[in-house]
């Protein structure tokens, strides 16, 4: 258990709609940014104290699983649950839900505080342990073994998704991944057009992150997507974020996807067209 939690309420927008007609995964991450702000504010740490003393949060891993999609206007509860482990690093814990109690998404955040001169602080004194699959969800992410091609794009991040901080929180790198995805999927063929013929597509069900070097806004980047493997009604993606020269790796993402029939929105195995296009970027198409 942890002495630190606190619950806010909100409502999803239209605005917050993606062009599947779903609640973007950014949007309950900014959400749960704001209820650990308003823990933080809590205890002594509100908003213009962060700012005045320069404390900044680096996103050091991630992860979100989604169960029930969205809609707008659709209330939503967004607890905090904080878990500090020293050396500046909270784990926080956020599993939302709608009113009647059915679950929406469970995110997960490894964050560290640094003060202005990038050393980290503990904000909040009293460490507490965090559960044994919170730190599961936070898995190591496998490296690039090299058995199949990547997808590799140019990408300008954008000054504009920096936080009041100045730089990047977390749905903002989640912006650069769900970019990628789709970049991915239209450069290798599966466009709009595609899709509604063979009447299959890619519902994003969730991902573990892993964050190793800061990105400074409006850094020119370089996105490597390919497939990890599929598994009957399953995709898993694989995203590595590095700068134009592949040399210097910023942050890592592996997905979990469903394949879903478009017209009925239930899952479906894969036709061979879908196979065929992904064959060469698959990592283990056999497994």
Same mark, same amino acid.
């Given at each position: ?10 409502? #999803? ?58 809609? $707008? ?10 878990? $500090? ?13 709608? $009113? ?29 342990? $965090? ?50 995805? @789709? ?7 599966? @466009? ?14 969730? #991902? ?26 399953? #995709? ?52």
């Amino acid at each position: 258990m942890t002495p630190y939690s606190h619950t806010i309420s909100g409502r #999803a927008r239209f605005a917050d709609l993606d062009p599947q007609r779903h609640v973007t995964s950014r949007t309950y991450e900014y959400f749960a940014y704001e209820a650990r702000h308003r823990l933080l504010e809590q205890h002594d740490y509100p908003l213009q104290r962060l700012l005045d003393e320069q404390i900044r949060f680096r996103p050091r891993a991630g992860y979100v699983r989604f169960v029930n999609q969205q809609y $707008p206007d659709n209330e939503m509860h967004v607890p905090a649950a904080a878990y $500090p482990t020293g050396d500046g690093r909270i784990i926080w814990d956020h599993a939302l839900r709608q $009113p009647d109690d059915a679950p929406i998404c469970r995110i997960v955040q490894e964050l560290e505080a640094v003060n202005a001169a990038g050393e980290p602080i503990d904000l909040l004194a009293e460490r507490a342990e $965090p559960e044994t699959e919170l730190r599961d969800f936070l898995h190591d992410i496998p490296a690039f073994g090299g058995q199949c091609k990547r997808l590799s794009l140019e990408y300008q991040s954008l000054m504009s998704d920096r936080s009041v901080s100045g730089d990047y929180a977390p749905g903002a790198l989640w912006r650069i991944f769900e970019d990628g995805r @789709t970049l991915f999927g239209e450069r290798i063929g599966l @466009t709009y057009e595609l899709i509604q013929e063979i009447d299959t597509t890619l519902f994003f069900m969730g #991902a573990t992150f892993h964050y190793f070097q800061a990105i400074a806004p409006g850094t020119p980047l370089r996105i490597h997507s390919w497939l990890e493997r599929t598994d009957k009604i399953r #995709a898993y993606m694989r995203q590595d974020v590095t700068d134009l020269s592949g040399e210097t790796l910023y942050m890592s993402a592996q997905e979990e996807h469903l394949i879903v029939s478009l017209s009925r929105s239930r899952p479906r195995r894969a036709p061979q067209q879908f196979y065929d296009m992904f064959g060469d970027y698959t990592e283990f198409p056999d497994s």
